[in-house]
């Protein structure tokens, strides 16, 4: 499902200048140290700058803080994230230069930004002198025509679960630095801590630079900013349409996955990149799982009777056939054997985890029906799988019917996490208390038993004063309230007789018809009204009612083409079925949405960053 766009829907504008300018300005930092380099890049921004800066070209090694490397020339250049054990590691190769005598220079370039810890690192190590340090602004990668990722994977943890606000800036250069390419955004909204902040630094920095955006007219007329604790539900749902999928079984990196001898038929693996370009791809990334054999099938025939064309050609034809149509028709061939490789791969893997049965767990949890048999499931999942690789599928489902629930009742929470941790190891026990810290899996409190009782009192007060009650019982415990606001907003569809996956009709086919994601629609409601007004229940009920900001400006500059093109800014992450059913109500409703986010993120990814043991 391609999604085609109506023929009023706005062009989209071209961020290939995004690369051009990351890729100039490294340029220029490499060669403020000239002459020949051993040049370190971190292994976690290869794949980025391979993207934008063909890293085959350059002599290059990926830094290893376990070998010792040796070194060709006198000058040393390094580029790494911002993270104190990599200063510790400069800090002891400079260190052994010294020892031994050796004299060179020394250049460290931070990417996305410098940090003050870091230097303070080198100076503590006595090499803050020996050390010239710059930074690589680069923080916005085109993974594909409508989607921007910082990737900076390490967001989610570092101020959801460690409340380290240091990527705030960076995501506010960002926004600067897209507003001084394509123009101001007239209406802005947003919604949570995060992305007030964010919103704030930016405002500050577009104010100190006044002149630059002055006079543009805008490009993109809509932008909204989610934090992803607003909506942790979504991330933690089994992905269902195709790219989500891929993504869950192959990892998706970086726009590209590697596919294994499995799918490709032979030997060897091979790097494919996933984006708009890749034709097959195109046309099923947002489509059900359910659909794809079928649209391949359709595919491969079509394909086929375009090879029968040549049995009737004359030579000129022939000549025609080779030169111009050829090539495309073996390239494509090419990717649908890989597709359909990827999708055989999938369904094996699937059913071996007994896939349905597990859709319907998390389909009765998301509706509120048949708690005990889901509870019962996972405790099942929790003692028949005990091998290290399960530990991560099943801490999800916990933090599901937690979520779901509002907190689990304290014996079910004491008894689920004794069995799971006599299951996988008392080394859990942080992840517990970590998952816990981020509201992911809570025991119900007193506070949550008064539920029945605030709502009887909420009738006989006036609104005024039961919002302050209401107020009072939710300080008591953090709750998710996911009940509350899943029928304020109509996130589980009334459906008469079977969703129809293949012709959909609303968000929720990115989940088999059963729940619409709540972050798309949040962001549905609010394009609506043009604010949140009419949304303060909603607003209360997500515990954001001191983060939830609209600003609008004069739109006399904007033109309507524009009001219809919108940039999403997930902060801590987006799920390619959250990009899926935006471009499905972008389709619907005339839109188009432009996605940016901290990094592309899934269900085994958050219980990752919140798991202090490794898989």
Partial sequence: ?????????????????????????????????????????????????????????????????????????????????????????????????????????????????????????????????????????????????????????????????????????????????????????PNCYGIGRCAKMAYELWRKLEEEEDGETKGRRPEI?????????????????????????????????????????????SDKSLKVLLNAEDKVFHEIRNEHFSNVFGFLSQKARNLQAQYDRRRGMDIKQMKNFVSQELKGLKQEHRLLSLH????????????????????????????????????????????????????????????LLSITENGLIPKDYRSLKTQYLQSYGPEHL??????????????????DTLT????????????????????????????????????KLNLIPRVDGEYDLKVPRDMAYVFSGAYVPLSCRIIEQVLERRSWQGLDEVVRLLNCGDFAFTDMTKEDKASSESLRLILVVFLGGCTFSEISALRFLGREKGYRFIFLTTAVTNSARLMEAMSEVKA
């Fill in 430 to 447: 942080l992840t517990f208390s970590n998952l816990r810290r981020a509201g992911l899996l809570t025991e119900q409190g007193p506070g």
């Fill in 340 to 399: 359909i490789g990827a999708c055989e791969s999938i369904m094996k893997k699937k059913t071996k985890q007994d896939f349905q049965e597990l859709i319907k767990t998390e389909h009765a949890l998301l509706e509120g029906f048949s708690i005990r048999e889901s509870t019962s499931y996972i405790e099942e999942h929790i003692d028949r799988f005990g091998s290290p690789r399960f530990f991560l599928p099943v801490l999800r489902l916990l933090c």
């Fill in 452 to 487: 029945a009782v605030e709502s009887k009192v909420s009738k006989l007060v006036t609104d005024k004063a039961a919002g302050k009650i209401t107020d009072a019982f939710s300080s008591l415990a953090k709750r998710s309230n996911f009940r509350a606001i899943s029928k």
């Fill in 221 to 265: 007329g809509h932008i909204f900013l989610l934090d992803r604790d607003v909506d942790f539900v979504t991330a933690l749902c089994s992905q269902v349409v195709y790219e989500g999928l891929v993504d869950d079984t192959f990892r998706i990196k970086c726009g590209s996955v590697d596919f294994g001898p499995e799918v490709t038929s």
């Fill in 1 to 185: 499902m391609a999604f085609p766009h109506r023929p009023d829907a706005p062009e989209l504008p071209d961020f290939s200048m995004l690369k051009r300018l990351a890729r100039d300005q490294l340029i220029y930092l490499l060669e403020q140290l000239p002459g020949k380099k051993d040049l370190f890049i971190e292994a976690d921004l290869m794949s980025p700058l391979d993207r934008i800066a063909n890293v085959s070209i350059l002599k290059v090694r990926s830094l290893s803080l376990r070998s010792c490397p040796s070194f060709l020339f006198e000058q040393l250049c390094f580029l790494v994230r911002p993270r104190i054990k990599n200063m510790r590691y400069i800090a002891s190769l400079v260190n052994a230069d010294k020892v031994a005598g050796r004299t060179r220079k020394y250049k460290v370039i931070f990417s996305p930004q410098k940090f003050y810890a870091c230097e303070m690192v080198l100076e503590e190590e006595g090499i803050y002198g020996d050390v010239s340090c710059d930074e690589w602004a680069f923080s916005l990668l085109p993974l594909d025509v409508d989607l921007l990722s910082m990737e900076l994977p390490e967001f989610f943890r570092d101020y959801f679960l460690e409340g380290d606000q240091r990527w705030i800036n960076t995501v506010a250069q960002a926004l600067h630095l897209l507003s001084t390419l394509y123009g101001p955004f």
